[in-house]
């Protein structure tokens, strides 16, 4: 099992029609996998687009694993969103809840608008498929995509579920900071930066 990992602060959001939010991040994302038997990964910028689930983009990625999957004899998931490499970074488009989407656009503004906004969120998937054609046929996972695909920003990493967790660098106003100095320290420590 392997995942990809975002951790960043936000510098700003894009609201792109009703439906869909663009959140950009500079050296937030790596790679990293059960084992940890590898060397360091690289860490790459990352657009991540959020898009409500009906929206026709989530149903063509939906559509797109299910070829994938009919095409390679697998069951299909209930892709709810895409992974891809697209020259030096990552793009990751998707589908949240309209509740999650409202948030969004409701709340989040104030505490970007004061620098305070960080994300995290984190993509499981099963790994990279081997390289070699033969034996990637008698794998047990002949749908998978390999990581020189993914690398060459020719195929793209489907899922079925997403965590994204929003929070605030900083959980104590200015005025609190003098008064209560501990409280300011802790949140301090806790802030999310690459």
């Known amino acids: 099992m392997m995942a990809w990992n975002f951790r960043g602060s936000l510098a700003h959001i894009e609201f792109q029609r009703d439906t869909r939010v663009l959140l950009p991040f500079q050296g937030c994302a790596w790679l990293s996998d059960a084992f940890e038997d590898g060397g360091p990964e690289q860490v790459f910028d990352t657009r991540l687009e959020l898009l409500r689930q009906d929206d026709v983009m989530i149903e063509a990625i939906r559509d797109e694993a299910a070829s994938i999957a009919q095409r390679c004899g697998v069951l299909a998931s209930n892709a709810m969103g895409c992974l891809y ?67 060459a920003g020719q195929s793209a990493i489907h899922f079925d579920a997403f965590n994204l967790n929003i929070g605030f660098n900083a959980w104590a106003s200015s005025p609190m900071r003098a008064g209560q100095p501990y409280l300011y320290a802790a949140a301090n420590d806790e802030q999310p930066r690459l």
Do not use: N, Q, Y
Request: charged residues 20%; positive net charge; proline residues 7%.
């Open 85 to 151: 490499r697209l020259g030096g970074g990552l793009h990751v488009v998707a589908g949240v809840s309209p509740e999650t989407m409202a948030m969004i656009r409701s709340s989040l503004l104030a505490p970007l608008a004061e620098g305070r906004l960080h994300l995290t969120a984190k993509i499981d998937f099963p790994g990279f498929a081997v390289e070699d054609p033969i034996r990637r046929l008698s794998s047990s996972r002949p749908a998978g995509v390999t990581r020189k695909a993914f690398d």
